[in-house]
């Protein structure tokens, strides 16, 4: 009955636990690949494929993807960097966000990406000012706008309502004379963002579809360039036993229809997907080891050594249905399921559940449990702070590789940043980063 234990290229979980220890990101490289290429082949080929580092900033993840073809989206000056680091081209790097700070787009300038995408008036004018002061020649910006519909069938909605994201189209208007009296920012077109976790193919195509005819509308009335439009993307991934995966054959085919007659009007345009969930959510595993099975008042748990403080989403959704995702006994991932245990971690508040009442086999102390479909929105994601313990160790296996690609928190980094004032002297020591490594 049982087929040993879950291996990655071969590599089994419990050399990976032991060399690296728990909790453990595990990022199958293969898996990757394979997201990458079936989406690169499903999607018309005037799509550029752009990666949210936001769902997972990691170096040598960023790296895979862009040797596989993708550019990057990024929102902080930490992500450019790690972006610019991997090895992504500045011509295919867009800069978002709601707040930037003049470093950020000093930083954007000097690298000279692609694209800084402006989400207010504001920001554009002191774009301006910053490219002026700075005496570079000019930036290269986009508008983000806030479009006029929103659409069903997102977790979560970022467009077509009221939002800090983007500019509303009646804003836009009325900023024309602002718009004309930019001297050091180039217009060079238009993104909008909708939402994240779409499953539907037919709410992709319709936003996408719904974007373009705006793209076109305003480059009509504003006279905005369309160099680039960047349509956004959202693509989920199913985690609970309710959802279904998208049909990728489906939404190539919607839109393809949708995009090739806009290309064949905009040759010149540049077409942009971005996407975070979808590129590295089916990748990643989170690796938890057992360290107490007990019971309470007639339920079973499983106290863990990682839970919501690396992987807060496997908490689910929902206030009176708790849906668990897709968790595995990795020791013994193909004998029956003998009963309901709830997955706890070790912090110090009842929400610290990642999976309740799961059918696993039996599970014992030290054995290991994989939540997978979660390389996106992991320990970036989650109050890895809470209770003081860090950051997980993420390891990448690559070509039959296991490579750490990012250590856990020590105890010494967690305390370096900390400064001890002595409450009788009340001076400042470093006597927080003095703890020995
Ligand atoms: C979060 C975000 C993304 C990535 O979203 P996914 O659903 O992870 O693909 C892309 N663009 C913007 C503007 C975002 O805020």
Known sequence: MSTGETRFQGIAITELAEQFGTPLFVYDGEV?????RDLRAALPAEVDVFFSLKANPNISVCALLRSLGAGAEVSSHVELVTALRAGVAPQDVIFLGPGKDAAELAACVEAGIHAVVCESVEELLQLDELVAAAGTGPCRAMLRINP????????????????????????????????????????????????????DHADVVHNTREILAAAERLSDELGVPLG???????????????????????????LHEVVAPFAAR?????????????????????????????????????????GTNHHMAAVGVGSFVKRNFPIRHLGRPAEPAVRAY?????????????????????????????????????????????????????????????????????????????????????AATGAGAEVER
């Open 32 to 36: 990757l690949e394979r997201t990458f």
């Open 148 to 199: 006029d519909f929103a659409t069903k069938g997102s977790g979560l909605a970022m467009g077509g309502k009221p939002r800090q994201f983007g500019i509303d189209l009646d804003v836009l208007r009325a900023a024309r004379p602002a718009l004309a009296g930019l001297r050091h920012v180039e217009l060079t077109g238009l993104h909008a963002y909708m939402g994240t976790r779409f499953l």
């Open 228 to 254: 680039t439009v960047d349509f956004g993307g959202g693509l989920g991934v199913p985690y609970f036993d309710n959802e279904k995966e998208l049909d990728l054959a489906r939404l190539g085919a919607g």
């Open 266 to 306: 905009h040759p010149d345009c540049r077409l942009i997907m971005e996407l975070g969930r979808y590129l590295t959510a089916w990748a990643g595993t989170y690796v938890v080891r057992a360290r107490y099975v007990k019971q309470s008042k007639g339920e079973w748990f499983v106290v863990a050594d990682g």
């Open 342 to 426: 709830s997955v706890t971690g070790p912090l110090c508040t009842p929400n610290d559940v990642i999976a309740k009442k799961v059918e696993l086999p039996e599970v014992a102390p030290g054995d290991l449990l994989g939540v997978e479909r979660s390389g996106a929105y992991g320990p970036t994601a989650s109050p890895g702070l809470f209770l003081s313990h860090g950051y997980p160790a993420e390891v990448l296996v690559h070509r039959g590789t296991a490579h750490l690609v990012r250590e856990r928190d020590t105890l010494a980094d967690l305390l370096a940043k900390q400064r001890l004032v002595d409450p009788l002297a009340g």
